[in-house]
């Protein structure tokens, strides 16, 4: 292989267009910028590698299930079980079998910007996709915990074509339509389940920043309902808005 200027190189090794070959050749160039470009390269390869690994562990209870005869597999996820304000949410999405994204994990252990690029490119891939949202009102009538079933089993009853197995992430819903399996920590174990915190995150985050135009003084925006600090120091010198839970304890307290 010819010795190539290192931009030249830099692009090559970008587009792809250098085998393995080459590159062990251009580990005996000398020049500092080449070892730079080829570590680099190497580098990005083991995070490839290990990103394709993980997809690929991620997807065992979805390939099990399609071994068992299931076609319409769907992942179950809820957002909000903790806030101190606003609805909780939930969605349930069904991927086509060669479904891939690489760098899918549950919602939280991603940045507000992979979140948001990744809500989009589920969106557009799913076969379907359903999501509900249980306002505070409710979530006060009959519990947090009854609310996150409902809501759940709302965006199931969404979904078109119908689900002929569930992968839920920690909760047993009754009444399903269909087999399911629980799931312990399910949203960093599965894909379908991670796809569906991701859309639940997303949506609800989206909604806490609708109601921060109209509550500015409780910072949603940035807080999204939990009781922060500054939080809850804004509700004791402001009181409860109409969003917050009254049946929680913080919010309960400062309202008597």
Known sequence: MEKQP???????????????????????????????????????KRMKKQLEDNFREMGIFEREARLAGKTYIAGIDEAGRGP????????????????????????????????????????????????SIIN???IDEI????????????AVSKLDPKPDHLLIDALELDGLPCSSESIIKGDSKSISIAA???LAKVTRDERMKELHQ??????????MGYG???HMESLRRNGSSPYHRKSFAPVRNVIE
């Open 196 to 198: 569906a915190s991701i």
């Open 84 to 131: 101190l304000a606003g609805p909780v949410v939930a969605a349930a999405v069904i991927l086509p079998a060669d479904f891939k994204l690489l760098g899918l994990n549950d919602s939280k252990q991603l940045s507000e910007t992979s979140r948001k690029r990744f809500c989009g490119m589920i969106k557009e891939q799913a076969v379907s996709y359903g999501i």
């Open 214 to 223: 109209e509550y500015p003084m409780y910072d949603f925006a940035s807080n």
């Open 6 to 44: 290192i931009r030249v190189l830099k692009e090559l090794l970008k587009s792809g267009e250098l085998d393995e070959q080459d590159v062990n050749e251009l580990k005996k160039d000398e020049r500092k910028g080449v070892q730079s470009l080829v570590k680099a390269y190497e580098k990005e």
């Open 136 to 138: 505070n009102e409710r």
């Open 228 to 230: 922060t600090k500054s």
């Open 143 to 154: 519990n947090i915990h009854e609310a996150g079933k409902q809501a759940m089993l709302e």
